[in-house]
């Protein structure tokens, strides 16, 4: 603060003012005098509560009202910086539209209730940002609390996180700091903060990625973009679907960017991002997806298909896995679509192979693992079987089940945060292709078993 010709005082406070006509300093408690012709006092705000004492409501520092905003009269309802709520009153514009919105529900019959707000304070002093919401560490039992500090170069950035068993309760900053929006977001839902992103945040400041933070359309639906008027995210991208793509109709539909401003380059980011267009055959990835996932946890969570009692049956379903032939057949035929599945995806590994489409060989690629699965049904009757046949077993299940995760997500990229689809997306294609490798050694041994004994 040097730098600012701000010099900040810690740990004492004013005992009295010094000067007769006018200001000619101040008086700390710790006896130092501190010379200056002008005092700024900041002491908040006093609700105005005289019309309710004279109308004979119920009153503290505010006018008291429950979770619905009702006054001691049901009938009378009191919001914004002249309501006491649970004993707090807020100064602030976002809790009183919260509190607004919650009167004019139950006004209309609805049922609603004010749970309180999270109180986050922005401020721009001496052309500084500064930032605070929730706890702080001031007034708490700090044996339940960890912070997380970070120090920008030169000492010209701060940031704080304080953390309760790892879920975000509160942060505090100085100077400009990009996920801002985000990090009320979190300490609002106290999202809980993974051992890497406390790594990241000591090191470089940020608690995500930075296109992470930087994507307004990647956000999560809860994240407030709006702080005045509250307006989130998914609230946002609800109404560009509904035909209210530009800035202006945004603003005007939702509220946002309607109080402060501060807002509106969120808005036309958001505004200007592009949505994601369905892929061919997402649709059908998703069912195959459904269907391969069903399967394949059947095999971990069933019991296996009985034995019948009795050799009177009409139909010898065991027969599929007594008779020699059949379980040649159905071996066989879960081989080939592996070898068919093999080749298709060499589509996408090899430049020479550039026949047909990706999307089409893509999804014969889902389909043919869909068909694989249910002819594992027929092989092994739900049975997973002992020592290598259960290591076989367990490696193809994980192969479908995260095949199946990748072909859901392609099916559902279009409802999902961009960043968490690309992610998951990436994971599951990667897992995909190392579980294929040990596949045809355990294959290899399970064929020459069966003939060999």
Known sequence: MLAL?????????????????????????????????????ATGIRPNIELARDAGLSVGRGIRVNDQMQTSDPHIYAV???AEHRDQVY????????????????????????????????????????????????????SQLRTLVFRGADSRGYRKLVLRRNRVVG???????????RVQEAVQHTRYIWPWQQRRFLKTGRLWPEQAAADVADWPAGAVVCQCTNVTRG???????????????????????SVCGSCRPLVAELAGAQEVAAEPGSRTLLWTAIVTLVAALAFLLSPAIP??????????????????????????????????????????????????????????????????VITLIGHTGLRLGYNLNLLLMLNFLALLLVGAAASGVIGLQQILPRA???RTREVSLWLHILLLWPLPALLGFHIFKTYWF
Do not use: M
Request: aromatic share 6%; with cysteine; net charge positive.
């Open 420 to 422: 968490r689809a690309r």
């Open 235 to 257: 609230t946002l991208s609800q109404a560009i679907q509904t035909g209210h793509g530009s800035v202006e109709a945004l603003c005007a539909h939702t509220g946002a960017s």
């Open 80 to 82: 914004g910086e002249c």
């Open 307 to 372: 034995f019948p009692d009795s050799v009177q049956v009409p139909v010898r379903w065991d027969l599929l896995w007594r008779d020699s032939l059949l379980k040649q057949i159905s071996g066989f035929t879960l081989l080939g679509i592996g070898a068919l599945v093999s080749i298709i995806s060499l589509r996408k590994r090899l430049t020479r192979f550039s026949f047909g489409a990706f999307a089409g060989w893509r999804l014969v690629h889902v389909l043919l693992g869909t068909l694989a």
């Open 5 to 41: 010709h701000v010099r900040v005082v810690l740990s004492d406070s004013v005992k009295r003012v010094l000067g007769d006509a006018s200001v000619a300093g101040v008086e700390l408690r710790s006896g130092r005098d501190i010379p200056c012709d002008t005092l700024v006092v």
């Open 171 to 181: 942060a505090i900053a100085y100077g400009d700091w990009p996920e801002i929006n």
């Open 91 to 142: 100064g602030l514009v976002a809790p009183g539209l919260e509190q607004a919105g919650v009167a004019a529900h139950c006004i209309h019959g609805g049922e609603s209730r004010y749970p309180g707000s999270q109180a986050a304070t922005r401020l721009k002093v001496a052309g500084v940002k500064v930032f605070s919401i929730g706890c702080t560490g001031e007034g708490e039992v700090t």
